[in-house]
């Protein structure tokens, strides 16, 4: 025997690391996974060779030792077994494994530890620590701005700003903006910038669980990787490497146009707009109204498709400035409101061509910006 | 024997020129010209006080400013003929619902079998005229004739604000003494080649025996012919009622070159591309067909986030869809077809970060025009 531990464990383990293992494989290694006695634990480790995750979970350790066993195979088998405890055992010259668990009894093949790609470490450089729950709620409201295509590759990764006892992330897809700026509970000396592949910010934010305390964030000098460190968990990914747009920049200083009202309310007339909208571009229109004698405001939410019909609806706004028209992607409107909450949202706007911006009231620190579509009025 | 069709041709007379003067009446009699004012401006449109001069549509401005130098020159607003435009069609859709839009500022309309409600196809013309001048404060020229062929030139007859009729059975003596120029397809290339075989006129070319023809203008030559004598049996085609555009073409011998493969999926992208901007419309999906040696035929479709109408945006997606196909299977080309698909109205997503979404558009109109006016060879794309 090499190994005993809970299947509980061992299935939370793999589903931790098992988005970091390679689907579309170079070196066939990395679509295993690897298993490591550490001390008196198991080390769980997958790697795309861009992000590496690791973890540890309690086990009874007979002897030393580690072994890749392919993740898949190993994953989809584990979720099959009983709640029970599995003993694993290594095959000679460590090139697989005997898995045994109430009455099932398996045997895998896998290859040498050696062969696995070694894990960056990342010692030195700099480290901030932040509120797992406030860095989780950072990431789901400024990751969905980041592009998905990588024409641009700065652009589908965030930008991480560290100054003082503030970190701000940045994701922009070249039609939208993300910013928000959160409180470290420790701050560092030097302000540091670098960039962070979206996708290893949704995998921070994925494996952040409520339980969570806080996250350790440490950079290399010079910036090429970075490891995020909470519980049982650490992740270490390679940074994006090039010049991330000055998006300071890119946020209006003022407005012609403020609308304030109900995310809920916004949120319902876009999701009701976007029905209709589906079949051509998404294009929703926005028409924001000033009341007349000090009445109420509104905002009327319009759709068109040519061929089925449209929609027209509207809700109370407060609105401060003139009559203002613009025209957006419902995708768009609908990924930022849907991050917001309950509570209140304001629109500001200037005119059909400029950017519109969008921020929660009750959360200063945070700013949305998002191009409109050019449409016939 | 099929029904004779009556087919309208609607042609607003110096169209930009005209829609600035129905918002502007100072402008009325003034010698005005349309277009780019820059260092390589061109006439979008010049109005019938500046043609004595000899300004015409397409030419470099700098040369219009040297013809008529106190001509007044305003740049184009597009978003006023689009308006004005969208009203145009409206009025020729009450008469009609078969109406096919070629541009802003022109339309056929399939007027078979409305004399019941209309009365005589004149009638109708001059209600259509009254209505565009009353509504739009513009003028237009109306073609009647059976096709849309001979619509089309009839058009052209008594501009400004005429109207011409070409009766079934007088096609072809109306169109024989024309400069070959005159018939729609035949550009300064063809009409060279035609002139090298004596043949100057559409009365010669429709007497022309095919056998020597083909020889100098290929596979077109039987469809030229018939063409020269007003035989033109096409339908209208209501683009903006399609869901999608698209071209092919066949080619003589298969290729597997891929200078010339890339070549086509440029022409056909950009005659596709013109097709589509002539609906007023927007494409969001491009497809790309290639049928090989041995009849296999594959498909292959791409919808990028942001919709479109410029030939850059077709060429580029069709280009990366004949790649992808190409490394599936790389083999002798018989075929190579270009659509556009999942039409939507107009829009532009702008963007963050560079604004070069509507100067692309920009020269994709720009080149619809100068094609409309000197043919579909007057303009190319130069090699990559």
Redesign the interface.
């Known amino acids: 025997m090499w190994i005993t531990c809970l299947q509980e464990n061992m299935s939370r383990g793999l589903g931790v690391v098992g988005r970091a293992v390679a689907t579309r494989a170079t070196l066939p290694v990395t679509q295993n996974v690897l298993l490591t006695t550490d001390q008196s634990r198991l080390k769980l480790t997958a790697t795309n060779l861009e992000i590496a995750i690791s973890t540890w979970i309690g086990a009874q350790i007979d002897h030393e030792g580690s072994v890749t066993i392919p993740a898949r195979l190993l994953t989809e088998f584990v979720n099959q077994l009983p709640d029970d405890k599995i003993e694993i055992d290594l095959l000679d010259g460590s090139k697989g494994v005997t898995l045994e668990c109430a009455r099932f009894k398996a045997s895998m093949n896998g290859t040498d530890a050696e062969e696995f790609p070694p894990i960056p470490t990342v010692e030195g450089g700099t480290t901030v620590v932040v509120p797992a729950d406030v860095l989780k709620g950072a990431i789901e409201r400024v990751a969905f701005a980041a592009a998905t295509e990588d024409s641009r590759p700065v652009l589908t990764g965030i930008k991480v700003e560290i100054a003082g006892n503030k970190l701000t992330l940045a994701a922009?897809d070249?039609?939208?903006?993300g910013v928000e700026t959160v409180e470290l509970v420790a701050g560092v000396e030097e302000d540091m910038g670098f960039i962070v592949p979206a996708k290893t910010m949704q995998e921070v934010q994925r494996l952040i669980s409520d339980r969570a305390d806080d996250i350790t964030i440490t950079v290399t000098e010079p910036a090429s990787q970075v490891l995020f460190k909470f519980g049982d968990i650490e992740i270490v990914s390679q940074l994006v490497q090039g010049a991330f747009?000055d998006y300071g920049k890119?946020i209006p200083a003022s407005a012609g146009t403020t609308a304030t009202m109900k995310v809920e309310d916004f949120l319902q007339a876009t999701r009701a707009a976007a029905v209709f909208a589906r079949?051509?571009?998404g294009?929703v229109r926005l028409i924001v109204s000033p009341g007349e004698d000090g009445e109420k405001g509104k905002v009327t939410v319009e759709s068109?498709a040519?061929e089925i019909g449209g929609d027209e609806g509207e809700f109370d706004a407060t609105i401060d400035g003139d009559e203002a028209k613009v025209?957006f992607?419902s995708r768009y409107l609908l990924d930022v409101l849907g991050v917001l909450g309950s509570g209140t949202v304001t629109l500001e706007t200037t005119t059909p061509?400029s950017?519109g911006v969008i921020r929660a009231t009750d959360r200063e620190s945070y700013t949305h910006?998002v191009?409109?579509?050019?449409?016939?009025w | 024997m099929a029904v004779e069709r009556t087919i309208f041709h609607v042609d607003i007379d110096a169209f930009f020129a005209a829609a600035e003067r129905s918002i502007n009446p100072d402008l009325i009699g003034k010698l005005l010209i349309i277009g780019g004012t820059g260092g390589r401006g061109v006439v979008a449109c010049a109005s019938y006080e500046v043609r004595p001069y000899g300004v015409r549509s397409a030419m470099p401005m700098s040369r219009a400013l040297r013809l008529c130098p106190n001509a007044l020159v305003m740049n184009s607003s597009h978003d006023l003929y689009g308006k004005i435009s969208k009203s145009f069609m409206a009025i020729l859709r009450d008469y009609t619902p078969d109406v096919q839009v070629m541009s802003v500022d022109e339309a056929y309309m399939d007027m078979t079998g409305t004399e019941g409600l209309y009365g005589p196809p004149e009638k109708a013309g001059r209600a259509v005229k009254d209505r565009v001048r009353e509504e739009l404060k513009l003028t237009a020229s109306i073609g009647i004739a059976p096709s849309r062929l001979v619509a089309k030139i009839a058009s052209d007859e008594r501009k400004p604000d005429g109207m011409f009729t070409v009766q079934a059975g007088d096609e072809a003596a109306y169109l024989a003494p024309m400069p070959v120029r005159k018939l729609p397809g035949i550009g300064p290339r063809a009409a060279e080649k035609l002139a090298r075989l004596g043949i100057q006129t559409l009365g010669q070319l429709a007497a022309f025996p095919e056998g020597p023809l083909r020889r100098e203008m290929g596979n077109q030559s039987s469809r030229l012919i018939e063409r020269a004598k007003g035989i033109d049996n096409s339908e209208l085609s209501s683009e903006t009622q399609s869901r999608s555009i698209s071209s092919e073409t066949t080619f003589h011998a298969d290729s597997t070159d891929r200078a010339f493969l890339d070549k086509t999926v440029a022409d056909l992208s950009e005659r596709v591309g013109r097709r589509l901007r002539r609906t007023g419309k927007h494409a969001r999906s491009v497809s790309l067909k290639l049928r090989y040696n041995d009849f296999t035929t594959l498909t292959r479709h791409n919808t990028p986030h942001v919709s479109f109408d410029g030939d850059a945006r077709i060429v580029e997606i069709a280009t990366a869809l004949l790649d992808a196909t190409l490394k599936q299977r790389n083999a002798p080309v018989r075929l190579i077809g270009v659509g556009v698909e999942n039409l939507s109205e107009p829009a532009a997503q702008l963007s963050l970060l560079d604004s070069t979404v509507k100067d692309v558009s920009t020269l994709s109109s720009t080149l619809d025009r100068i094609r409309d006016r000197f043919g579909d060879d007057s303009v190319s794309r130069g090699p990559r």
């Not at chain 1, 070249?174 to 903006?177: A, D, E, I, S």
């Not at chain 1, 191009?371 to 016939?376: K, N």
């Open positions: 922009a070249g039609f939208r903006l747009p890119l079949d051509g571009s294009i068109r040519e025209a992607d061509s950017p910006v191009m409109p579509m050019f449409v016939q």
